[in-house]
């Protein structure tokens, strides 16, 4: 706190006179600006002039600017000082959000500034009629057409949605599993599951929904049930090695696969494996199987794709070997075409049942591929660890632009049951959901359509939080043409006449 120095203690009113007008001027700014600023807290000019405090609008009088009282203390703390009010400003201004110093203007009439009107104001004349302006507020009043983002402190390693209603399952590295609702409105979590020691390498429902299958790093399978969180069953040392894979097959089946090549079979009603293989060397990266659910089909780090026959229990074939890490898959074309993502960002495209080498070759988005899931029948997205999620066109392949981003590389992705919302997961702990909706009305494209591949990698497609540079350039060409055929039309007389 401090005092002001302008004021002074006078002996008698006679001293007033001997003022300096400079001085007077001074001290009447300094009350009004004190005035407009109690306003922000709803005292209005009235009250003001209750107070005995010159108005905005008040023309001042020397004689009246200080009142002459002997009891006045120089040397007492200003309780109003300059210090005390711009802090009280800034605690206004933080807890309405920054907005109390934008509502208020002041405009000087008079040569000191001491005649003027405050007026409260959202928007000028012209900030209304601004393009910019106007797209930040209807970006504003959108409705939301996805959850909204969910931050954990622990790092997430999988997600899962629920087959059957709007709940996600979010595995951690310390071996927790947390169940969120989610929704347009808000998120809720419903319960945090403890279900491993280390880490919850993968998380998959059952078909119906009733249990949560968790594979771990403590090499371990748990079964867990859903709405009272007691454990159905425990495969406790299910692998010699860490596990890294699950993936659900049926309601009774699902398999799983380690970090050294091994991929076994399980029966929920069985202690005990159906049938274990082991024919690679590097971890299992992905499982996946078709409709008929014959075949089971496994990637791995060591650049093979092997399928398993699931009624044989035996290796049906095993592919080339690749110089590269084949991290995921999806089935495309009515089950007739299997696309791969590699490490290199190529994807390999194989026909169903012919397996042992790939029919053709993309080559993606030129960094590393480690996540797909198929949108549609010709649609997948693809993710990896430049934190992009991109969509890609399969048979005939294109890039069709980026649906989503993280900040740092996406560690799992996910799709719910009706095919309209895309959760993933960065490292940097958070879960985020994109609506993508509009790939149900994508046609398909032509093997000669023509394209523009560079435009197409770097296009921000509706869901991308990202707006093109492009869409914002053309509606200020559109504005300008408008503007143009305005005054061709304003000159046109003129010109005639």
């Not at 007077?24 to 600006?33: D, L, N, W």
């Not at 306003?39 to 004689?63: K, Q």
């Not at 596990?243 to 699902?254: A, G, Q, R, S």
């Amino acid at each position: 706190m401090h005092t002001h120095n302008n004021f002074k203690t006078p002996s008698d009113a006679d001293e007033l006179d001997d003022l300096d007008d400079d001085m007077v001027i001074g001290v009447i700014e300094e009350i009004e600006q004190e005035a407009l600023n109690e306003s922000d807290s709803e005292i209005d000019e009235d009250d003001l002039g209750d107070l005995g405090v010159p108005g905005p609008g008040h023309e001042a009088d020397e004689n009246e600017s200080i009142s002459s009282d002997s009891s006045f203390d120089p040397n007492a703390e200003d309780s109003d000082s300059d210090d005390s009010m711009l802090e009280e400003d800034e605690a206004d201004g933080a807890s309405s959000g920054g907005a109390t110093s934008a509502k208020r203007r002041k405009a000087d009439d008079g040569p000191c500034g001491s005649s003027g009107e405050s007026a409260t104001f959202d928007l000028d004349a012209d900030d209304e009629t601004d393009e910019t302006v106007r797209a930040i507020i209807a970006a504003i009043k959108k409705p939301r057409s996805a959850p909204p983002e969910i931050k954990l402190e622990d790092f997430i390693t999988d997600v899962c949605f629920h087959p059957g209603r709007d709940i996600i399952a979010l595995a951690t590295i310390i071996g927790d599993v947390h169940l969120y609702e989610y929704g347009t409105e808000g998120n809720k979590l419903l319960r945090t599951i403890e279900v491993h020691s280390k880490a919850c390498r993968d998380v998959e429902f059952t078909e119906d929904g009733r249990y949560l299958l968790t594979a771990s790093k403590d090499k371990s399978v748990m079964v867990t049930d859903v709405e009272t969180e007691k454990l159905k069953k425990l495969y406790e040392t299910a692998h010699d090695d860490a596990i890294n894979k699950l993936y659900v097959l049926d309601e009774n089946l699902f398999a799983s696969g380690d970090d050294a090549g091994t991929v076994k079979l399980w029966d929920l009603r069985t202690k005990h494996p159906i049938f274990e293989l082991k024919e690679l060397e590097d971890q299992i990266t992905q499982m996946i199987t078709n409709e008929q659910k014959k075949l089971l089909l496994a990637t791995s780090a060591d650049g093979y794709l092997t399928t398993f026959n699931i009624a044989a229990r035996k290796l049906y074939v095993q592919s080339e070997p690749y110089e590269e890490e084949l991290n995921c898959m999806g089935i495309y074309r009515a089950n007739s075409k299997l696309v791969v993502g590699t490490s290199k960002g190529k994807l390999y495209t194989y026909n169903w049942g012919s397996f042992g080498y790939h029919c053709d070759m993309y080559p993606g988005i030129k960094s590393p591929i480690s996540l797909m899931i198929p949108i549609t029948d010709r649609i997948a997205c693809v993710a990896g660890e430049d934190g992009n999620i991109r969509a890609c066109h399969i048979t005939p392949y294109r890039n069709l632009g980026v649906v989503g981003q993280h900040n740092m590389p996406i560690e799992s992705l996910d799709i719910n049951t009706n095919g309209e919302l895309l959760a993933s997961s960065s490292h940097n702990n958070d879960v985020r959901f994109w609506n993508v909706k509009y790939f149900e009305d994508f046609g398909d494209i032509k093997y000669n359509d023509k394209h523009n591949a560079y435009k197409e990698k770097r296009h921000n497609l509706p869901s991308s939080k990202c707006t093109n540079a492009s869409d914002f350039f053309s509606d200020l060409t559109k504005e300008d043409e408008d503007n143009e055929d305005n005054n061709d039309a304003s000159a046109g007389p003129s010109n005639s006449a």
